[in-house]
């Protein structure tokens, strides 16, 4: 992951981009990571750990209808944090991500645990929403969702227009 992360940061270092982060199921570990990165304080504004749903509407603005009708873990709370993080960090990409990476959410036959999901915001547009489903431990389920979006990030940065 560490390689992932390193590369991803002189990407974003050589495109002048700034990146902050709205977490609920990684709980800061993709901030944690990005700030390991070399030369962190040129593209890390920070992140924002929003695990708790009340965190999601009192601090970024999520709707409590939106929490009730959709749940905390899906791409439409997903999309609304990342949202109310642009209106809390400055940055030029911000990222949402939340899930179920163990059980005791809002799990479903149709959305097992290792559902996850990441919005992205670059320069006030919106940029990317994806659902996507991991295996395994709680913690790898977190890790692998870090490494998606050191990935993602890596191959968009390396078009000379991100796209997604």
Request: charged share 20%; glycine share 8%.
């Amino acid at each position: 992951m560490k390689q992932l992360i390193e590369t991803a940061a002189k990407l974003l270092i050589r495109s002048n981009l700034t990146l902050a982060f709205a977490e609920s199921a990684t709980a800061g570990k993709a901030s944690a990571a990005f700030s390991l990165a070399c030369d962190a304080g040129r593209f890390l504004q920070g992140g924002f750990v929003c695990y708790n749903a009340k965190l999601k509407s009192d601090v970024l603005h999520v709707k409590q209808e939106m929490l009730d009708k959709f749940s905390p873990e899906s791409t439409e709370v997903t999309d609304a944090i990342t949202r109310g993080l642009t209106g809390l960090i400055p940055a030029d990409i911000h990222i949402g991500i939340t899930g179920l990476p163990c059980p005791g959410g809002s799990e479903t036959p149709e959305k097992p645990v290792g559902t996850m999901f990441i919005s992205a915001i670059l320069k006030g547009e919106h940029w990317f929403s994806e659902r996507l489903l991991f295996h395994g431990s709680h913690e790898q389920i977190v890790e692998q969702t870090v490494m998606h979006v050191a990935t993602k990030l890596i191959n968009s940065l390396h078009n000379p227009a991100p796209v997604i």
